[in-house]
């Protein structure tokens, strides 16, 4: 079972700027599509951004400008860069890869998670 774990969450003040970051065991990158979702209280989890292998990448809207998607294949590492945070961006981020090289909603791996909080 391939294992992911999120870091760099933590308390942010509006305006403000973290970068999350999600290593991959016991499997390489190029081959898959990597994506990040978050999950906000008492809400469903949504799509944030999503990366290819061929390097396309997606965004939602809401974070369309303000959050890129990259990935270090060497070290097994995809990251997500998140400025001009806004407190409807307090959620549990979650990092997920899937078995297809292109942006896709079947993604069979997913790490724990990890807290961002926006607040003053």
């Known amino acids: 079972q391939v294992q992911l774990a999120e870091s760099g969450g933590g308390l942010v003040q509006p305006g403000g700027s973290l970068r999350l970051s999600c290593a991959v065991s016991?499997?390489?990158?190029?081959?898959?599509?990597s994506g990040w979702f978050r999950q906000a209280p008492g809400k469903e989890t949504e799509g944030v951004a999503c990366?290819?292998?061929?390097?396309?990448?997606f965004y939602t809207d809401p974070v369309q400008g303000r959050f890129t998607i990259s990935r270090d294949l060497a070290k097994k590492m995809t990251y997500l860069q998140m400025n001009d945070l806004k407190p409807e961006d307090t959620a549990v981020y979650y990092c997920?890869?899937?078995?297809?090289?292109?942006?896709?909603?079947?993604?069979?791996?997913w790490g724990r998670g990890t807290q961002v909080t926006v607040s003053s």
């Open positions: 997920a890869i899937s078995p297809a090289r292109t942006c896709t909603e079947t993604y069979t791996s």
């Open positions: 016991e499997t390489t990158l190029d081959n898959h599509a």
């Open positions: 990366m290819s292998v061929a390097g396309f990448k």
